[in-house]
């Protein structure tokens, strides 16, 4: 958790906990630069975090990514923490909840920049799933939402106009947000989106020259579930 301000966070691998691999609270202008989340330190087999691998909370100003290579964080293979209760019904429509690989949440949090990272993918921005087979076990995929901005989350951008800025968002749901081995009681597949901005009071979010649904070379289809 950080909560002093002004961090940088670089060259670590977050995988296998228990809550969201770095939770940034109040005090903002933090980078979060060149980092592993939900996979091994090579960045092609899958080590699950139950929750986000980043959570911004009503913090502004925090650099996720950025235009260098170096910079790029590889924020793939959350998923919930009870995959038996994933989904609730608000305003008619299902928004899963506590699932997203990035999640930028409250009305404090302003200005928040990310790009140039991988979301769902392997470190190379190109596989999902490595032995092609839907099984649970290894694909590389965030369960639920590639990014989420909600709870009256505002003036967040998320991508940019060169190439380096761009984030690649693919195959989120390509892991179905079960347990991993679960034989009984499992959650059944779950809708997945790669980015969602939920909520008429997060506004005036910008969104663009990201590939969703993608690989990074933009040559072959990596989708999300929905």
Sequence with gaps: ??????????????????????????????????????????????????????????????TIGGESPADRNLISGSYSRDPNDQLEEIFGRFQLLKQGGLEIIGPASVFNVVQGNYIGTDISGMVVDPDGERDSDDELGNSGIGILIAEGASDNTIGGTSTGARNVIGGQGSFDGREPNCVENCATDVPSVGILIDGEVSGRNEVYGNYIGTNAAGTAALGNGV
């Design 1 to 62: 958790t950080i909560r002093g301000g002004d961090s940088v966070v670089r060259g670590l691998v977050f995988n296998g906990g228990l809550v969201p691999g770095i939770l940034i609270e109040d005090a903002g202008g933090n980078t979060i630069a060149g980092n592993i989340f939900g996979l091994d330190p090579t960045g092609t087999t899958s080590d699950r975090n139950r929750g986000p691998g980043i959570k911004i909370e009503n913090s502004s100003r925090n």
